[in-house]
C-alpha cells in the first residue's frame, strides 16, 4: 500500500484533504517528469496551492510522496522491460534483453535512473520495484548460466552494479552522448561464457 492511501482503522479524509492529496500527487507527477525526483516539495506545494507542510502530514515526506506517485509507474516500466526479455528465444537472449533494456530505460529517462539506480533507498514501495526486478535478474542469471551461455559467479549484486554505473554514466552524460552504450556492449561481451561474433 503507498503512503497516500488510508490505512484500516484511519478515519476517512475530509473532502478538501482528499482534494489537497490529489492536487498534490497530480503537482508532483508534473515535476517529477519535469525537473526529477530531486524537485524542492516546496516548489511542489506552490504547484499544488497548500502548505508544504501538507506533503509532510500527509506523505511523510518524499519518500512517501514518491511511493505514492512513481511507485506504480516504475512497476510498470518494469513489467514492459520484464515483458520484452521474456520474448526472447534462448536465456543469453533474455539475460542480455534485460539488461539492455534496464540501462536504455535508464539513458531515456532521468526518473526510471534515479528510481533504478535506488537513489531513494527509504522508499519502500520503490525499493520493492527495485527488489522485484533483481529477482526476475537473477532467474535469468540462473537460466542463462545452466544453458553455459553466462559465466559462472555472475551474481544479481552484480547487475546491481552494471545498473549504478550506467546511471553514472547517463546522468553525467555530455548532451547526446551514448558511450554508455559502449560500456554495456563490453560488459555484456565480458561477461558471455563463449564470447563469439554473432549477435543476439
Known sequence: MSSGERRAGERPLRADARRNMEKVMEAAAEAFARDGLDVPLEDIARSAGVRAGTIYNRFGGREGLLDAVVADVAAGWLRAVIDRATGQSTPWGRFTAYVAGMCEEQAADPVFNDVFSRRY????????????????????????????????????????????????????????????????????????????????
Not at 163 to 191: C, K
Open 121 to 200: 533507498p527509504d522508499a519502500p514501495d520503490l525499493r520493492a520495484v527495485c527488489d522485484r526486478s533483481l529477482a526476475f535478474g537473477a532467474e535469468l542469471i540462473r537460466d542463462a548460466q545452466a544453458d553455459g551461455a553466462l559465466r559462472p559467479g555472475v551474481s544479481a549484486d552484480d547487475l546491481a552494479r552494471i545498473f549504478s554505473v550506467n546511471a553514472y554514466l547517463v546522468r553525467e552524460r555530455p548532451s547526446g552522448d551514448d558511450g554508455w552504450r559502449r560500456t554495456l556492449q563490453f560488459t555484456l561481451d565480458g561477461l558471455r561464457a563463449q564470447p563469439d561474433s554473432t549477435s543476439e
